[in-house]
């Protein structure tokens, strides 16, 4: 069994409840915020898709997570149960890590043009960007004294990634809903940001064609010269959930050992 982060306690989150969407195992980036959350004493619920559900809800028993809530996003049936279940056992909450994407990976190679079709297209959008506004609106009803809320993104939204094609699309419009989710929760007092994560070795990454060397590149690039760490990536998510981020929201906040800065990497640009 895979173990928990091994992270310093302490009790900034003391107090806190919340829920973890998007956990498929123990390499998942949602999994390392989780851990550095129970680390900090929040309370945490893990929702899952039914075939995640037997890798799920052991890595949520090793940190003390009692609420497994299933959860489909594409079903507003499924939905209305997931909420109406955590807000039974919880009452209130305080955040919401939203870490959820999919994309036909035969589509996530080449030409996007040529590879995107109407039916994935859509369903890319559904489940990675609409996914937050509608996870966004029931949450906040639980939220009547203001909390926060993050989602994870990457810079194919920004800038072209080979064989990323559809999913940067899709994080473009996950990034603009979370200035606007923002725009609208904020006289609620509720923080809304993302988080652009470096590439990580996780199960996302193991759909995209050479994903291998997306990290490998990733490193060679990055300002600090080193991979994108989990640890990393949970500290910022911590802030951000946590008193520490207040005041900060409509955020895209980039941990990737500052790979985005870099315009032409010194490799490269040698001889020009």
Same mark, same amino acid.
């Given at each position: 069994m895979a173990e928990a982060l091994n992270l310093p306690k302490g009790e900034l989150m003391k107090g806190k409840k919340g829920l973890i969407m998007g956990v498929a195992n123990h390499n998942s980036?949602?999994?390392?915020?989780?851990?550095? #959350?129970?680390?900090?004493?929040?309370?945490?619920?893990?929702?899952?898709?039914?075939?995640?559900e037997k890798r799920v809800r052991p890595l949520g028993e090793q940190i003390g997570v009692k609420t497994f809530i299933p959860a489909e996003v594409t079903d507003d049936a499924s939905m209305d149960a997931a909420f109406a279940q955590l807000k039974t056992e919880f009452g209130e909450i305080d955040?919401?890590?939203?870490?959820?994407?999919?994309?036909?990976?035969?589509?996530?190679?080449?030409?996007?043009?040529?590879n995107t079709t109407r039916e994935n297209f859509l369903r890319s959008m559904d489940i990675s960007a609409f996914s937050f506004v509608d996870c966004a609106r029931r949450a906040q009803a639980l939220m009547p004294n203001g909390g926060s809320m993050i989602t994870l993104t990457y810079l194919g939204s920004e800038r072209v990634i080979p064989n990323y094609n559809v999913m940067g699309v899709c994080k473009a419009a996950l990034e603009a809903a979370t200035r606007y989710i923002a725009r609208d929760l904020g006289p609620q007092k509720i923080r809304v940001n993302a988080i652009s994560a470096g590439a990580i070795r996780t199960l996302s990454l193991a759909g995209i064609q050479d994903g291998r060397r997306m990290i490998a590149q990733?490193?060679?690039?990055?300002? #600090?010269?080193?991979?994108?760490?989990?640890?990393?990536?949970?500290?910022?998510? #911590?802030? #951000?959930?946590?008193?520490?981020?207040?005041?900060?929201?409509?955020?895209?906040?980039?941990?990737?050992?500052?790979f985005h800065m870099i315009g032409l990497p010194e490799e490269l640009g040698e001889g020009a």
């Amino acid at each position: 069994m895979a173990e928990a982060l091994n992270l310093p306690k302490g009790e900034l989150m003391k107090g806190k409840k919340g829920l973890i969407m998007g956990v498929a195992n123990h390499n998942s980036i949602a999994w390392g915020i989780a851990c550095q #959350l129970a680390a900090q004493g929040a309370e945490l619920a893990f929702s899952y898709i039914e075939a995640m559900e037997k890798r799920v809800r052991p890595l949520g028993e090793q940190i003390g997570v009692k609420t497994f809530i299933p959860a489909e996003v594409t079903d507003d049936a499924s939905m209305d149960a997931a909420f109406a279940q955590l807000k039974t056992e919880f009452g209130e909450i305080d955040f919401l890590v939203h870490a959820i994407a999919f994309s036909d990976k035969n589509e996530l190679r080449g030409s996007f043009v040529e590879n995107t079709t109407r039916e994935n297209f859509l369903r890319s959008m559904d489940i990675s960007a609409f996914s937050f506004v509608d996870c966004a609106r029931r949450a906040q009803a639980l939220m009547p004294n203001g909390g926060s809320m993050i989602t994870l993104t990457y810079l194919g939204s920004e800038r072209v990634i080979p064989n990323y094609n559809v999913m940067g699309v899709c994080k473009a419009a996950l990034e603009a809903a979370t200035r606007y989710i923002a725009r609208d929760l904020g006289p609620q007092k509720i923080r809304v940001n993302a988080i652009s994560a470096g590439a990580i070795r996780t199960l996302s990454l193991a759909g995209i064609q050479d994903g291998r060397r997306m990290i490998a590149q990733g490193r060679q690039f990055s300002a #600090l010269k080193e991979d994108t760490s989990v640890e990393g990536v949970a500290g910022c998510a #911590l802030w #951000l959930l946590s008193d520490l981020g207040r005041s900060t929201t409509g955020e895209v906040v980039h941990v990737d050992a500052g790979f985005h800065m870099i315009g032409l990497p010194e490799e490269l640009g040698e001889g020009a």
